[in-house]
């Protein structure tokens, strides 16, 4: 079926507004991942679901982050009260249980801009 | 802590062999995978290693040595696609799915 989707793919905002960014995972996979890009960086580990089991949030920054998992499916990352330091692309990732369970399909990103 | 340590950048031509290397330092390790991510683009998997050798794709191979907290990936028959950048990762826990992901290296495949 259709790879991993977020949206929206940019996000401009202002300084001390919430902002939402979706992911759609692969359908089936349980297991999905928010990473952090900053430009020229490497991916920081947000947060993680696999199925019903409790989200680890040891990546999120600060209590200004937060996620959800609906139904085993979509997922909502908020960040509240943006600064400019949360300025980057915010990666979504998923996984089979039935594949490897290292192999995660990443979707095209949301790139968040705090003005 | 957990800390990967990979090249900032590496240059090559067209047809050559490039190596990437890795090491890291990890409370602990359950497989070492290495992800290509081109400008503007979203990273993909390209190959995963939990145990010690070499695995090969096509013109991509990864090692891994667990004894000696390091791998690489060579890249053969480079081509001008190939300039991306390439991630290491390491999944430091059986459960939880906590990876930690090198710095990157950027590669540039030169004519």
């Known amino acids: 079926g259709a790879g991993v989707s977020q949206s929206p793919s940019n996000k401009v905002t202002e300084k001390g507004k919430d902002v939402e960014l979706r992911c759609d995972p692969i359908s089936g996979h349980t297991a999905l991942y928010w990473y952090r890009q900053s430009l020229g960086q490497g991916l920081e580990f947000l947060i993680y679901f696999q199925g019903n089991s409790a989200p680890d949030k040891s990546g999120l920054p600060s209590d200004r982050f937060s996620a959800e998992r609906t139904g085993g499916s979509v997922s909502t990352l908020t960040i509240q009260r943006t600064q400019q330091e949360d300025s980057a692309v915010y990666l979504c990732?998923?996984?089979?249980?039935?594949?490897?369970?290292?192999?995660?399909?990443f979707g095209p990103g949301t790139r968040l801009t705090v003005l | 802590g957990q800390s990967l340590e990979q090249p900032s950048e590496v240059t090559a031509v067209e047809g050559a062999i490039v190596q990437i290397n890795c090491t890291y330092q990890t409370s602990g390790f359950y497989g070492l995978s290495w992800y290509q991510q081109h400008d503007g683009g979203a990273p993909t998997f390209l190959s995963y290693n939990a145990l010690d050798g070499l695995e090969e794709t096509g013109r991509f191979s990864s090692f891994l040595s667990r004894s000696d907290s390091y791998g690489y990936l060579l890249l053969q028959e480079l081509q001008m696609k190939d300039s991306a950048s390439y991630f290491c990762?390491?999944?430091?826990?059986?459960?939880?799915?906590?990876?930690?992901f090198g710095p990157g290296t950027r590669l540039s495949v030169l004519p």
């Open positions: 990732a998923s996984s089979s249980p039935r594949g490897r369970p290292d192999t995660q399909y």
């Open positions: 990762a390491v999944r430091a826990f059986r459960y939880g799915q906590n990876f930690v």
